[in-house]
Structures are given as structure tokens and as C-alpha cells.
């Protein structure tokens, strides 16, 4: 796409406009109550939905609660002060010949009600929109829509045609109901013009598609004559929404491509040659093929850019390990970033074990070659921290392990080339840009995570990205059997403690978890977050990272006490099945000393039935685990259990995972349980959840910045719009990178991505 020759900066002032200067302070005022301050917020407060206008109805059949459209007389209407509630009222009485109707209208002040006084003259036709409700035993509509023959409409036909207009239904709150929203856009919308509207859409796009012009849209969204309308004007606003993010994104990544990395070639006889030599097994082709494109991109002069997706015990890990052991051996640093202080301590355990000797470097018995692998965590000792801040700023540590402590000031590398993001939905891009800045050049970046992400969620969230996958699961493991387990079937839960019974006598671990720590556990999920019923799973989970671990709490009766850790724990030791069993105990309000040593006991078998929160959902890795119960599983979101069971059925021994839950049949939760017992497949899984979820939950709170500006746009529906829109935004931005010939798109990218502009746009 070519520059047009004409393009100047336009103003965009009157999208800017405050409310206020437009409709006055009266009416501006509740309008801002909900968020919206200026023109632009206003004519971008799309309507929910449609009302069906309602077919015309005859005064003697109005029923109760409904949507009525009358056609009808008016006989008076007379205004008059409430005393008892304060504030002015307008009743008016129609008829159509033989019965009557009230209309009813309330406002602060009798002078707001003036306009219906001086319109709905004795005598004068109209037609009447509105829901029927009884007072007294007399039929009204409170607040109806109007149009009067003569006066809005011609003649009858006239009146008909408007009166039989889709009716937008706007988000509002009583201060601004949804008719007086619709007004007031109305009359910001009406005088606007194509130019005082300037489109974000280049026309060559708009064309390639057939969509309509901005301000047509917003007409047609606004103040439809149909469906047709609507439809059409969303689409084309729904398109443009994609298009403003996939230009930022293109904008982004065509920016940092730019930019400057130190290259990190691999150098032949040193620490990853040493570690390839002793890796206790072969890689897999899919490890490396992306093994291959990882140390061509470090190799490069642009730093890498990129998304490791791979299911559950894929062997990312060990991928990682070696793009970390290329830059370490060019001279550079990598920092490993976790989501939790659990999953770092463990990820130094198993680099330290992978590596050997490798990772001794500065101790005795390190070899000529090797390096140190340091552990930054917030609740760390102050000795121990400052050694490790030391190892990473004098370079010593070649890899520095860390939560979200690690973007704290004071930690300081010596020359970080490599940054891993491991289980990045636990991670903001905040995070992320944050750890990035600490490098004098743009470090090389990659971004691991196990859940599958269809491609579409990839391309919104992570469009600055290029993604691999992991498809395979390294060979000898044996996998994982789901089967679902009626809580209230007290037979088959007591087979379930059995089989951990014999799990356990045969060598193996039991993961059991609940949804709560404790029974009065204060961070207890709570059912029905806002309207979207997605409920917050353990919250100790995230350790203050933000985001929601919660799956929709559909189906299982509200008001069911959640089984909590100490609680089963506690019952756990004194079930026969279980006698002379060691139970342990796991969950984000314990130490970390006391979850690591929760862990290790676990790991080494002399606790080898862990009963804890979610806190092991990501990435815990102890090859004898075999069998996993999950209490209340109807809790947890279909991703979320895939992720737990992942962490069984490690070793060459088979996972048996028991899904105790007691959603009744047909409801989505016992869907969701049966998905997961009858498939293993996390992309066909993810699929589904897809399917099921609503879009907050999706994204993730902690990733959502750039997704949650969409307001018409589905990642779940809207694929192939988003395929589309980032196919044309990139061919926009090669280009033009700067979109210097584009400002009414800069300034869309602006306002649309207002909100998370700090943390959206590149800092580097
Ligand atoms: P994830 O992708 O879930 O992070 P990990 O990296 O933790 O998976 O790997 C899971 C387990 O599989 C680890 O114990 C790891 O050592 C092992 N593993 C990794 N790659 C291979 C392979 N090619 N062959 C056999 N085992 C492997
Ligand atoms: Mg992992």
C-alpha cells in the first residue's frame, strides 16, 4: 500500500470534544458517571443489543412486561411535583378510541420534563414504544419512545416506518438510562460529518472488504432503519477494532525488529557442546527443529522475538536450557523468569541437575567450562540475595533465575543477551518490557507456554511474536487416564483413596488438590465474579501476579462448602485407606521454606501424598507422581486441569487422574469434565475452553492489556476478521513503518489503546 500524496495531519478535535461543551453539564454529567467524557467516548459507547420495536398493539391486549408499540391519541398530560420523592412528573393519558394508556416520565426538575410537555399536545397522534408495566391498576409505559404524526413524521406511514426502527439498547445506569443515552448521541452524532470523523480505515482497505466510512458506521449503529444496518455498521467497527491493534502490533514488531542485539552465535566446544554430549536422552525432532531456529535467531543482529508453545511435559525446558547455554557461551547472561517462587526454586534444581558440573562454575569441582545458575526470589535471606545479585551483576551467574523480584531496581545483570518468560500467562507484557529494559541492547527474548493458544488468541495478544510449537511428547512416557468421580457416591471416592493406596505402596506420589487452603479461608473462590460466573481459583496461586486461575462455576450447586488443603488433609490421615501414609501439605500461604521442604519431601517420597492448592498447577515436575485427585473439579477451568494433570504421569509410569466433582449431568461443568477424561489433545482442549469461556477469561486478565480495548471483537468468533485485519495491517506498515501517512489510524491507535499505552507500547 502506498503513502497517499494528500495526507495531513487532520484534527481529530472533535472526537476530543468534552460532553459537557456539547450537551451541557446536566447531561453530560451522569454520562460521565459511565466512563464517557468526550464525543469520541460517547459515539464509541456501542449499543448492547437491539430491541425488537414491536409490533403494533391494540390498548386492549397490552400484557405485563411487554414491548409494546401502540399507535395512539394523545388525550392530556399534565406535569406535576412530587412531594413525597421530590423531583417533577408527567403523566400522560392516550387512547386509542375506547381504551386508554398512561405515559409516565420523571425527571429531577420540572424543567427537564418541559420538552415532553410542550410535544405531547391534546389531540396530536403517536406512535408509543415502551415495556407495559401496572400502577395501580392502570396500564403504563414509563419512559416510552415517541414519534408524533405531523411533528417527527409526516403523516401515519412516516410515524410507522420510525417507530418500527430497531431500538439500540445502550449499557447505562439509572442516572443515564438507556433512552436518554441514545438521545444524547443522537445529538452529538447528528451535525458530525465525514470530516469532522476522520477514518482510520485506509480506503483501500475499507474497499478490499466492503465495509462502510466511520461516520456511516457510527449512524448505522446508532440509529439503524433495520437489522441490516446495525449488522453492517458493527462489522465494520468490529473490523476496525482488529485492524488498530494489528497495526500497533505490526508497528511494534516491525520497530523491534529493527533494533539492535548483540548476536550470540554458538561457540563450538563449550558449555552447550559439553551439555549435548551428556544429555541423559535424545531430543525430539520438534526440540530440534526449534532448537535450530532459536540459535539461528540469537546468531542474529536483531534480537529474537519469540513464542514457545508446547503441550504439557513437551520438554520445553531443556530447549530453553540450550538457547540460555548459546548466549552463555557467546559471553552473555539469561535470565529465566518464573510465574512463582515454587516454580523458580524449581527451576534452579533442575538446570542445576541438568547441567551437573556444568553448573558449579567459581566452585570446587567445577570443570574449565562451566557457569553458575543464581536464584533471586523477593522472600530470599539478605545474604543469600546479595550473593546472587552479586553472581548476576559481575556475570558469574551466567543464568539468573527469578519471579517478578527480578525487575526490581536493584537487581543488575552484567550483559543479560537472553531473557525467558516460562508460563507467560501468569505475565504481564509489563513484566516483560520491564526485564527487557535492563539490557544496554535489546536482549534476545522467548516466551514459553504450555497452554495451547489457538492461533487466533496468539495473533491479539502475542501479535508481536513469531511462535513455535512443540507438538510431541517425548517418547516412554505413558500418559494420562482421566476418569470422573460423583462426589456423592461414597463407594467410588473410597476406591479413589485406594488407588492412591496403591499407587503409593507401589513407589509412587499423589498430588490431591482443593480449591481453598482452609475451611473458613477467607480467599475462598468466590462463585459468580461480576456477571461472567467466572469464579477466582486460589488465589495464592498467583502470589500477587494478578490474573484470575479461575474456570466458570457453572453447574455446581452455589452455596457447596469447597473442600479445602487442611481440611481433606487432616481427614486424609485418619482414612483407613490411608493409614501410615505420610500427607503433606501445599499452599501459597506458607513459606517458601516450607514449600520448598513441602516439595522435597514430596519429590523424594517420604511425603508421598502432597494435598495442596493449584500452586501446583504450573510447571512442578516430580517424575513418580502417578495419580492426581482433584476435589471440586467442577472449580477449575478445563486449561487449568489439563495443566494439573500434567503434572503426573511424568516418568515411564502411567498418570491416573480422578476428577471428584458432583455437577449434575448437562450442566457445562460436567461437559467440561468429560471433555477432559475423553481427550489429552491440550490444542483440542484449548479449543473447546475456547469455546466455553467468555472472553475476559480467555486472555487472562495479566496479558489482556492490548485485548482489552476490543469491545466488538471476539477472539473466540471474530478469526478470521483478526487473520484479515493483520495481513492488511502489515502490509501497511512494511510500508510505511511509521505510519507517518496514516494519522487518523495513529490517532485510533492512541485512543483506542489509551489505557494500556504504558504498558502496550515498546519502552526500548
Ligand atoms: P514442559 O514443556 O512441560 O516444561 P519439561 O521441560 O519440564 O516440560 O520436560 C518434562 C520432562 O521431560 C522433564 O523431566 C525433562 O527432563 C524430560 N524431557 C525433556 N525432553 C526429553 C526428551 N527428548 N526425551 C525424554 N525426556 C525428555
Ligand atoms: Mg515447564
Known amino acids: 500500500m502506498s503513502v497517499p500524496d494528500d495526507a495531513v495531519v487532520r484534527p481529530v478535535a472533535r472526537m476530543d470534544e468534552p460532553l459537557s461543551r456539547v450537551l451541557g453539564e446536566r447531561s453530560a454529567a451522569p454520562l460521565a458517571k459511565l466512563g464517557l467524557r468526550t464525543t469520541g467516548d460517547l459515539l464509541r459507547h456501542y ?18 412486561g411487554e414491548h409494546v408499540t401502540v399507535m395512539a391519541q394523545v388525550q392530556q398530560a399534565t406535569v406535576r411535583e412530587m412531594r413525597s420523592r421530590g423531583g417533577a412528573m408527567l403523566q400522560a393519558v392516550v387512547t386509542d378510541g375506547s ?34 408495566s401496572d400502577y395501580r391498576g392502570q396500564r403504563q409505559l414509563t419512559h416510552p419512545d415517541y414519534q408524533l404524526v405531523g411533528v417527527d413524521a409526516d403523516d401515519e406511514a412516516a410515524a410507522l416506518v420510525e417507530a418500527s426502527r430497531p431500538i439500540p439498547i445502550y449499557p447505562a445506569s439509572a442516572a443515564a438510562p438507556t433512552w436518554r443515552v441514545q438521545r444524547c448521541v443522537r445529538t452529538v452524532l447528528d451535525p458530525l460529518t465525514d470530516a469532522d470523523l476522520p477514518d482510520p480505515l485506509p480506503d483501500q482497505v475499507r474497499e478490499r472488504h466492503g465495509l462502510a466510512g466511520l461516520r456511516e458506521a457510527l449512524q448505522l449503529v446508532h440509529e439503524p432503519y433495520d437489522d ?39 561457540v563450538p566446544g563449550r558449555l552447550l557442546d559439553l551439555f549435548d554430549e551428556r544429555l541423559p536422552f535424545t531430543l525430539t525432532a520438534g526440540q530440534h527443529e526449534v532448537g535450530a531456529v532459536l540459535a539461528e535467531e540469537l546468531a ?5 522475538q519469540r513464542l514457545l508453545q508446547g503441550e504439557v511435559g513437551s520438554g520445553k525446558t531443556v530447549v530453553a536450557l540450550r538457547a540460555m547455554l548459546q548466549v552463555v557461551d557467546a559471553g552473555g547472561q539469561a535470565a529465566l523468569l518464573a510465574p512463582t517462587e515454587v516454580l523458580a526454586a524449581q527451576h534452579v534444581r533442575t538446570l542445576r541437575a541438568l547441567l551437573g558440573d556444568l553448573a558449579e562454575g567459581g566452585f570446587l569441582g567445577g570443570t574449565d567450562v562451566s557457569t553458575r545458575v543464581a536464584l533471586l526470589t523477593g522472600s530470599q535471606g539478605a545474604a543469600a540475595r546479595r550473593e546472587n545479585l552479586l553472581d548476576a551483576a559481575s556475570g ?68 508481536d511474536l513469531e511462535t513455535s510449537t512443540l507438538r510431541e511428547i517425548p517418547a516412554g ?43 473458613d479461608d477467607e480467599k475462598a473462590p468466590r462463585r459468580g465474579r461480576d456477571d461472567d460466573g467466572a469464579d477466582l481459583l486460589a488465589d495464592d496461586l498467583l502470589e500477587g501476579l494478578g490474573g484470575s486461575a479461575g474456570g466458570p462455576g457453572d453447574g455446581g450447586p452455589p452455596a457447596r462448602q469447597l473442600r479445602s488443603v487442611v481440611e481433606v488433609a487432616a481427614e486424609l490421615r485418619a482414612r483407613p485407606a490411608l493409614s501410615g501414609v505420610q500427607v503433606g501439605e501445599l499452599h501459597g500461604r506458607m513459606s517458601p521454606d516450607e514449600k520448598e521442604r ?73 461437559t467440561r469434565l468429560a471433555t477432559l477424561a475423553a481427550t489429552s489433545d491440550g490444542f483440542e482442549l484449548a479449543a473447546v475452553d475456547l469455546g466455553l469461556r467468555r472472553e475476559g477469561d480467555v486472555l487472562g486478565a495479566a496479558q489482556s492489556g492490548a485485548a482489552s480495548s476490543l469491545r466488538l471483537l471476539r477472539v473466540t468468533r471474530d478469526a478470521q476478521v483478526i487473520a484479515d485485519a493483520r495481513a492488511d495491517a502489515r502490509e501497511l506498515v512494511d510500508a510505511d513503518p511509521e505510519l507517518d501517512g496514516w494519522p487518523a489510524l495513529r490517532a485510533a491507535i492512541d485512543q483506542q489503546l489509551a489505557g494500556e499505552r504504558e504498558e502496550f507500547l515498546d519502552r526500548a
Request: aromatic share 6%; with cysteine; hydrophobic share 45%.
Open 598 to 670: 513441602a516439595l522435597a519431601d514430596f519429590a523424594a517420597g517420604r511425603v508421598p501424598v502432597l494435598v495442596s492448592t493449584t500452586v501446583i498447577e504450573v510447571g512442578v515436575d516430580v517424575p513418580e507422581a502417578t495419580v492426581m485427585v482433584v476435589l471440586d473439579a467442577d472449580r477449575f477451568g478445563i486449561s487449568q486441569l489439563h495443566q494439573l494433570r500434567g503434572r503426573i504421569g511424568r516418568g515411564s509410569a502411567p498418570g491416573l487422574c480422578l476428577l471428584v466433582a458432583s455437577a449434575p449431568d448437562g450442566t457445562p461443568a460436567a
Open 99 to 132: 381504551r386508554s394508556l398512561h405515559l409516565t416520565f420523571f425527571a429531577k426538575r420540572r424543567g427537564a420534563l418541559r420538552l415532553h410537555e410542550q410535544r405531547l399536545l391534546p389531540g396530536r397522534t403517536g406512535m408509543f414504544t415502551g415495556v407495559v
Open 228 to 266: 441490516d444496518e446495525w449488522r453492517r455498521g458493527l462489522k465494520r467497527l468490529r473490523y476496525e477494532e482488529a485492524f488498530v491493534l494489528q497495526a500497533e502490533l505490526a508497528r511494534r514488531r516491525a520497530r523491534t525488529a529493527q533494533q539492535e542485539a548483540v548476536a550470540r552465535p554458538r
Open 47 to 64: 449499543p448492547r443489543r437491539y430491541s425488537e420495536p414491536g409490533t403494533l398493539t391494540d390498548l386492549a391486549s397490552l400484557a405485563i
Open 300 to 304: 542474529g543482529a536483531h534480537p529474537m
Open 396 to 463: 558469574r551467574a551466567g543464568i539468573v533465575v527469578g519471579t517478578h523480584a527480578l525487575l526490581t531496581d536493584t537487581v543488575q545483570f552484567a550483559d543479560l543477551g537472553l531473557v525467558v518468560v516460562d508460563e507467560q500467562h501468569r505475565f504481564g507484557v509489563e513484566q516483560r518490557d520491564l526485564l527487557r529494559a535492563k539490557a544496554a541492547q535489546t536482549p534476545h527474548l522467548l516466551v514459553m507456554t504450555a497452554t495451547p493458544i489457538p492461533r487466533t488468541v496468539a495473533m491479539t495478544v502475542f501479535g
Open 477 to 519: 512416557r505413558s500418559g494420562v487416564t482421566t476418569h470422573v468421580v460423583p462426589a456423592d457416591n461414597a463407594a467410588w471416592v473410597e476406591r479413589a483413596w485406594q488407588r492412591v493406596r496403591e499407587e503409593v505402596d507401589r513407589g509412587g506420589r499423589a498430588y490431591v488438590v482443593c480449591p481453598r487452603i482452609d475451611p
